[in-house]
Structures are given as C-alpha cells and as structure tokens.
C-alpha cells in the first residue's frame, strides 16, 4: 500500500502552476494583468515563437522596491490584499499572488524594476523555482519581464503545445481581451521583431474594435449605455447581419476583467431572438460594472468565471437593454456589390418616414389576405418605431412607395435613398407574429370555438405533453380536450387562422414540444408557437399580389418591430442606395 507523505515544493509548484499556467497565453495574461494593476500607461509585448522562447513585457508601471524581488516569486505573495476580508473588495486584476511563482517555477524568467522616484533599480532571476542574487539594475522607471524557455523542466506540458501560429493566436486574442478592458493604455505587440498590432493610448473603444476586428464590424456597432441600482452596463453590440458561426465574438468584461458567463451569454442570445438564423451568433462588446463587493472573483484559478450576487437582475438588465436598442434600431440589409468605401455602405440609413405618417386607418384594416383581423393599428407607436432623421423626414415627397413585385415573391420598392427588395412571405411573417404578440399581451387573441370538436390523432407520448402544455395552447386560442389514446380533440383555434388548418397547427406544436430535449419556458415555447403560427399564416412565395394588396403589406412595414427580419432570423429585405446605383454607373 502506498503511504501518505507531504510533497516536495518542487512538485507543488509544478501542480499549481499547471492550474494558472497551460500555454504561453496564459503567461502573457498574467504578465499584463499585473502591469495594468501597477497603473501602468505603456505596455510592449514581444513573442518570440509563439511564446515558447520568449515572452517579453515591458511597463511604465510603479515598479517594485528592490527588497522585494525575492518575494514576488513566492507563492501566495501579493501587494494586493492584507487580510481575507479583501477578498470581497477586489479592485485589481490579480489578488492571489500565484502567477509569478507559477512562471518562474516553469520556465526562467528574469525580473527587472525600478520603482517611480528611484535613481537605480534591481533585478533577479528565477530558473525553475530556484531564486538568484539580487543585483543592482539601470533601466528605466517600471517593469520588465523576460520569460524563456517556458516549460523547460515540463516536458510533457511543452509537448501538448501546438503550433507557433496557434499560440500566437491565443497571445493575440489576450492581449486583444485585456486592451479593450484597459483603455487609456497604449499597447504594442509584435512576434518575432515583427509589428502586430499597436494601439494608441488615444484610441477609443470604438476604434479599438476597428483595430482589431475590422472596419465592417466597427461600422455596424450600435452603442448600448443603461443603469440598474449600482449596475451600469455600456459598450456595443453589432447589426444582426454580422453574425458569427460561434459566440467567440461576444465579448464580456465584468470591472474591466474578461469574463465567460453562460447566463450573461443567454441573455444576449435571447436579446437577438428573431434576427439571427438558428446556430448563429451575435457579435457584442459589453462592460458591466459593479460595486466589487457584488461580484465574487475568486471562484476560477484563471478568474475567467465570476460569481455574481444578483445573477438574476443582471441577466435582465443585459437582455432588456439590448433588446430595446436592437428594437430601436434600423436594421435592414444593405447590398454593396464591389467593396465600398470605409464609411459609406453604413450610415444608419432609416426607412423613410412619410410613408409611415400616411397609413391610414383603412390601409390598417385591409391586410394582403383580406383578413380583416389579422393587422391591428397599435396604440403607441412613437417610442418603439424605428430611428428616424428628422431632415430626411421634412425633404421626401409625400407619395405612397412605387412599388412591383417580381416572381410572385419579391416586392422591389422605391425609396427616397434607394432601392428596396422586399420578401413578401418573411416581411409577412413578421408583421403578423408582431401583431400577435401584442394581442396576446393584451389578452385579446380571439379563439373560434368549433361547434363539433375535431378529432386529431398523435403518438400517445405526444398527446400527453400537448395536455400537460393546455394552457399555454389556450393562450395561443388552441383548445383542446382529452379523447382518451393517442387522440386529441380540438376545441376552439386562433381566429386568425386560415379556416383547416388548426389540426395542422396543433400537430405541428405538438412536434416542436416533442423535438425540444430541454423543456422551454413557457414565454419560449408561446414565442416558438407564434412563430409557427406566423410562418403557416402568412402570405406565401408564389402568391401574386395586388396593387393594394402591396400597399397594405409595405404600410405595416413601419408599425411592426423589427420588420427587417422574419421571425426566423432570415432578412426581409435588402437596401441598395441610390448612390450605390450611381456609382455602379459611374455618374459619381
Ligand atoms: P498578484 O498579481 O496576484 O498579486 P503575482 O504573482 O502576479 O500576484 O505578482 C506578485 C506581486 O508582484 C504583485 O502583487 C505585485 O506587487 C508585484 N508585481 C508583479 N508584476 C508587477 C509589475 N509589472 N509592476 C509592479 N509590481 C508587480
Ligand atoms: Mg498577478
């Protein structure tokens, strides 16, 4: 039998370190959280491959006083807490004093400062957890960190390493997570004596983004800036249009500190809910800041997870605000066909607004099928309709849209600005999913009660979860009763409905709850079901239209939200400038 006995220092060190430090990222982070903690205003990072030869940061930080070299290479040393109550008052990045130990246990590093104010500095070296002399050192104020050889006396860590381009990925996208949370710093970073990228102190969030991700993201951010109690959350949150395969463009930082949050990442994919394809992803920059005794830090090695003392507010504040821009907000694809010029394809173009100020009761009565009930005038519209410019407003003519519709699906229309192509079935969708939320919300969805109830057949599995749903079927106006096996009977449907089809809708709801592995909540589920409804509802590619048919489909163009995408995320229309057209032929 093996017997229990105390590890060598040697050892622990290595288990520790394997915690805080498992690529050269990791070291890069460390690094430069602990310039940004010194208050640091200039940080040069040099890689060389991949970090695995060198990893070099240099600040213009308070530096550290000479007598205490040795023990930033201690474990659990640190100038940043006194006593455990700190711990719930962390202001700074680092609070565990682990990271040098860890560094210098893995690799050989070579520590060099001089304090602010200081004529001479000093500096010390630690290979492997072994600690060097202290020796006196003439460089400039601040801190300067050469890690090599990292992993050296780990074999099997540096083994696990992948290839010097993905490392110099990880290194980019830290540096790139800890610039955006430090502004006011100046960044330089470069691989191999080669420039990456540098960042001005100057440079603002927005042309930080720019920097990093591009001008097309940096021209379709729309800011977002609310407060909640002692919670304030800013930043910016991208067009629907640039969405993304994974959420790795969703950036959140809690007290300028990068975080993960699964809760935090739900709410902003519940915020784009109906713009965005399913499996695609928003891109989003947000800063949530909080009295630190809100947020617990030390609940991750790496500090990549918080914990938060109001999760559930949070969640709700992230959700309601971008919710409300993106509702705000004038979303309709733009077509550019050669690359356009930085700042001209994206100018926050608003649907001209006259069209809007005509409707006119009767119009509203009228939908493209002649369902009189289908669209509903809604009461107050001034808050939620899209942004609008107001010199825009006074200079368009006062004539309805010219509008024609091609292959009995599109409708091409002419705007003051431009061209428009509009889906038909996606816009159609839209308007009467947004109709019927809002009767729903205001209890006014009407139900047509059949006078013999309808006998549907399911699986019988299926029949019990449409009975267990009931109530939430009969928001939606769907009866339905217990017939006893696998047969339901349908009692009453949404008046809204084509007559015929509420035992399609009801076999169709009953498939969604069934194909669902987590069970939804009921707003989801009442949401998904709209949705279906919407989609079955709506006027079809292929349907020809008539003239007045067009007109009443474009006019709630302006009274529904978010009438730039159908439900399901896909566009319903697409926007090509006059200017565009202009320039395409050379007229400018
Ligand atoms: P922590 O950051 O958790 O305190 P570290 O091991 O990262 O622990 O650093 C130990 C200590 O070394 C810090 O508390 C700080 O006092 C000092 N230190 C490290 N890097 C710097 C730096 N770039 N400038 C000034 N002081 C530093
Ligand atoms: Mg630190």
Redesign the pocket.
């Known amino acids: 039998m093996s017997r229990i006995r105390q590890l060598p220092l040697e050892v622990t060190t290595k288990i520790a370190a394997g915690e805080v430090i498992e690529r050269p990222a990791s070291v890069v982070k460390?690094?430069l959280?602990?310039?940004i903690?010194?208050g640091?205003t200039r940080m040069d990072v040099e890689i060389e491959q991949g970090g695995v030869e060198l990893i070099r940061?240099v600040?213009d930080?308070?530096?550290?006083v000479a007598e205490?070299l040795p023990l930033?290479f201690a474990s659990h040393?640190?100038?940043?807490l006194a006593d455990a109550e700190d711990l719930f008052r962390v202001q700074?990045?680092?609070?565990?004093?682990?990271?040098?130990?860890s560094i210098g246990g893995v690799a050989q590093v070579t520590l060099q400062?001089r304090p602010t104010g200081e004529l001479v500095g000093a500096e010390i070296e630690c290979h492997g957890g072994k600690i060097g002399p202290l020796r006196s050192w003439n460089g400039a104020a601040?801190?300067r960190?050469d890690v090599r050889h990292l992993f050296f006396n780990t074999p099997v860590r540096r083994r696990f390493l992948k290839a010097t381009g993905t490392e110099m990925g990880h290194i980019a996208e830290t540096v790139t997570r800890l610039a955006l949370a430090a502004p006011h710093v100046s960044w330089k970073l470069s691989h191999n004596s080669r420039d990456v990228f540098q960042v001005p102190a100057s440079a603002g969030l927005r042309e930080r983004l720019g920097l990093f991700f591009g001008s097309e993201i940096q021209e379709m951010l729309i800011p977002v800036e609310a407060v909640h109690g002692p919670a304030r959350l800013t930043g910016f949150i991208a067009d629907p249009a640039c969405d993304r395969g994974n959420p790795r463009m969703q950036y959140l930082f809690v007290n300028g500190r990068w975080i993960r949050d699964r809760s935090l990442g739900h709410a902003l994919q519940e915020a784009y809910r109906g713009l965005l394809m399913v499996g695609r992803h928003c891109v989003a920059f947000l800063f949530l800041e909080l009295p630190p005794d809100l947020v617990d830090v030390n609940v991750h090695p790496t500090k990549a997870e918080v914990r938060f003392r109001d999760g559930q507010a949070l969640y709700h504040l992230v959700l309601s605000t971008v919710r409300d821009k993106l509702r705000q907000a004038d979303l309709t694809a733009r077509l550019t066909l050669a690359p356009a010029q930085p700042g001209t394809t994206w100018n926050g173009h608003a649907w001209p607004a006259p069209q809007r100020l005509q409707v006119q009761e009767s119009l509203l009565a009228a939908s493209p099928r002649g369902e009189g009930q289908a669209l509903a005038p809604r009461p107050d519209r001034s808050q939620l309709a899209p942004r609008v410019d107001a010199n825009a407003e006074r200079e368009l003519p006062s004539l309805p849209p010219r509008a024609i519709q091609l292959y009995d699906a599109y409708l091409v229309v002419e705007t003051a600005d431009g061209m428009l192509v509009v889906d038909q079935h996606a816009l159609h969708e839209r308007i009467l999913y947004e109709a019927w939320k809002e009767r729903i919300r205001n209890g006014e969805l009407e139900c047509q009660r059949l006078l013999v109830p309808e006998p549907v057949e399911v699986p019988v599995e299926q029949a019990a979860l449409a009975l267990e749903h009931r109530e939430l079927l009969a928001k939606l106006g769907l009866g339905i009763e217990d017939f006893g096996g696998n047969t339901l009977l349908v009692t009453s449907y949404p008046a809204i409905l084509p007559k015929g089809s509420p035992v399609q809708l009801l076999r169709s709801a009953v498939e969604h709850l069934a194909s669902k592995d987590r069970a939804p909540t009921a707003e989801q589920l009442l949401d998904d079901l709209l949705r279906l409804m919407a989609c079955k509802a709506a006027i079809k590619a292929g349907d020809h239209l008539g003239p007045d048919e067009i007109a009443s489909l474009l006019e709630h163009r302006h009274l529904a939200d978010h009438t730039h995408h159908c439900p399901h995320g896909r566009p319903t229309a697409l926007f090509f400038s006059k200017h565009e057209l202009d320039r395409q032929f050379k007229r400018v």
């Open positions: 460390e690094l959280e602990n310039s903690d010194a640091a940061v600040d930080g308070c530096g550290i205490d930033a040393a640190t100038s940043k700074t990045l680092g609070f565990r004093g682990e990271a040098l130990a400062s601040g801190t960190m």
